[in-house]
Nanobody, 117 residues
Framework: QVLLVESGGGLVQPGGSLRLSCAASGFRFSSYAMTWYRQAPGTERELVAQIGPRGVYTNYADSVKGRFTISRDNAKYTVSLQMNSLKPEDTAVYYC??????????WGQGTQVTVSS
């Protein structure tokens, strides 16, 4: 059974930092790319960052380049998102996702990030 559990969200002031984590289980984690998405109220879910199976390839949305860093630990079945210099527009629910071919349309519960003074 596939399970993705996101954690690490919270309330932070503009300019602050948060580190999100996603614990995965139920599939061969080290074989697949992992992606962080986010969804703000009233908007479509958008890709934030992606990392290849071995952690060599990474890709970021233009809006977070230079501020966010994605990483993974295949031994621990976890993928993380270090978020620095946070802005109010980063406020959203953040989700991690494995490829649809592997986990179908399953999404975890997400973790809320709120950037506000």
């Amino acid at each position: 059974q596939v399970l993705l559990v996101e954690s690490g969200g919270g309330l932070v002031q503009p300019g602050g930092s948060l580190r999100l984590s996603c614990a995965a289980s139920g599939f061969r984690f080290s074989s697949y790319a992992m992606t962080w998405y986010r969804q703000a109220p009233g908007t479509e879910r958008e890709l934030v960052a992606q990392i290849g199976p071995r952690g060599v390839y990474t890709n970021y949305a233009d809006s977070v380049k230079g501020r966010f860093t994605i990483s993974r630990d295949n031994a621990k079945y976890t993928v993380s998102l270090q978020m620095n210099s946070l802005k109010p527009e980063d406020t959203a629910v953040y989700y991690c996702k494995a490829p649809t071919a592997v986990t179908g349309d399953y999404w975890g519960q997400g973790t809320q990030v709120t950037v506000s003074s």
